[in-house]
């Protein structure tokens, strides 16, 4: 195992950039404990990702056809008029997790479903995601050996689809989800543009108005997490996010996704989308009822006027390309399956959903991190601030009820080492993040 020390100078020389050299101001000064941290984590991330050498294609790193957890019949692409009554349950997934998209709760989902029914998740070592930004290697995974077969991937990674296919049957069922580039924006830079060095030098209460008014001033290609800023769904895809909309390449990213996702949800229609993941997949109601994880307080969100969303969508142009292909195809899906029948199965899921609230959830919704009792059910927050709500499950739970809210209200860091995963980097972080940062 090698590690190249080299790979790292660049990046630690481009999270400086366009910060100015030329005075040393009070703000610039007190970023430096926090461009030390930085620092600090990145040389650790360097540690722990080591070269490794990519065998694209090779045969022997594939998982072969009889090493499936179970048999299951690919119901992805059926319609509802030919699809089997009796039809298996899907074990076999690949979740794309995007950021910002609601994403979270999907993973919960997830997790329970694979706890559920004993599958093997391919997990990453030491963090909650595959070594993003880096592009994903089958060899990032957890003990990986060649030819090894999982049922479920589903942490963050910037995606490859020739190495996802390594891990996976060939009949898995790609899903992924996307929400309304603008939003997406306006969410991805109040929740990372502290760890854009670029956005330090905004001046004014609102820095995303005085970004998207003169973005080209805060933002660099090479600078550094500077995707965090632009097209990031594009990014996460494993594409260029700095690409303009009408670049061919765009079109020819969004057919290539197309022929490899066999259903793609939409975060503004999150009930219909969890209908469709169940028909999909062939899987039951109770495999789908959720809480809504990672949710922001209100008085966080900007309130973009009509001219400011207008420049976000210019300024994300690839995602809004990306977003309306796959807005159209989803509501195909819906079309095909009955607006009717979706009418009535939201409802159903509106109705148990409220159920599991009033089971489970004290004072009947989210609270304030600061509110919340039991550090189980605390969520990641962002460099500096809380914003992130979070659950406080009640006292007297009935004892049948118990595990599954525990469950359903457990975030996804601490979901992740309830399952296993080593996650030293992710809370090594969390805990520099916190003490430089007090929330």
Same mark, same amino acid.
């Given at each position: 195992m090698r590690y190249d020390f080299r790979e790292c100078a660049p990046v630690l020389v481009s999270m400086m950039s366009g910060i100015k050299r030329n005075k040393c101001t009070?703000? =610039?000064r007190r970023l430096?404990?926090?461009f030390l941290l930085t620092n600090i984590i990145l040389l650790l991330y360097?540690? =722990?990702n080591p070269i490794q050498v990519n065998n694209r294609g090779s045969q022997q790193d594939t998982c072969p056809n009889n090493m499936r957890k179970s048999p299951k019949k690919n119901v992805s692409m059926l319609s509802k008029s030919t699809k089997s009554d009796k039809c298996s349950p899907t074990v076999d997934i690949m979740f794309m997790k995007t950021h910002k998209t609601a994403s979270s709760t999907i993973l919960n989902i997830l997790f329970r479903f694979g706890e559920k029914h004993k599958l093997k998740f391919a997990f990453p070592d030491g963090r909650n995601d595959f070594f993003y930004p880096s592009p994903f290697l089958c060899s990032q995974v957890k003990d990986y050996r060649p030819g090894d077969?999982?049922?479920i991937v589903c942490n963050h990674m910037r995606f490859d689809h020739e190495e996802v296919a390594k891990l996976l049957p060939p009949?898995?069922?790609?899903?992924?989800?996307?929400?309304d580039p603008v939003d997406l924006f306006e969410s991805s830079f109040h929740y990372y543009h502290r760890a854009v060095p670029l956005t330090w030098r905004i001046n004014g209460e609102n820095k995303l108005e005085e970004f998207l008014n003169d973005p080209l001033s805060f933002y660099s290609q090479e600078a550094f997490n500077s995707f965090y800023l632009k097209n990031l769904l594009f990014f996460d895809f494993g594409f260029d996010n700095n690409l303009e909309a009408d670049d061919p390449r765009v079109l020819r990213g969004i057919h290539n996704l197309s022929k490899h996702f066999d259903l793609v949800l939409i975060a503004e229609y999150f009930e219909e989308s969890l209908i469709l993941l169940?028909? =999909?997949l062939?899987? =039951?109601m109770e495999d789908i009822l959720y809480f809504k994880l990672n949710a922001r307080r209100s008085s966080s969100v900007s309130r973009l006027t009509p001219e400011l969303?207008?420049?976000?969508?210019?300024?994300n142009g690839a995602d809004w390309r990306l977003y309306q292909h796959f807005n159209a195809t989803f509501w195909a899906r819906v079309e095909a399956y009955g607006r009717e029948r979706m009418k009535q199965e939201v409802n159903e899921l509106r109705r148990r959903n409220a159920e599991m609230k009033a089971i489970c959830v004290q004072d009947g919704g989210a609270v304030e991190a600061q509110m919340i009792q039991d550090r189980r059910f605390l969520p990641w927050q962002p460099v500096g601030e809380s914003s992130i709500l979070g659950y406080n499950m009640k006292k007297n739970v009935d004892l049948k009820f118990r595990t599954i809210c525990e469950k359903m209200l457990t975030p996804e860091i601490q979901y992740l080492s309830e399952l296993g995963v080593s996650l030293w980097l992710t809370r090594l972080w969390g805990w520099f993040k916190d003490a430089v940062f007090s929330i």
């Open positions: 009070l703000s =610039t430096i404990p926090w360097c540690f =722990t077969c999982f049922n009949d898995a069922a790609y899903i992924t989800i996307l929400r169940k028909d =999909t062939c899987w =039951t969303r207008d420049k976000a969508l210019q300024w």
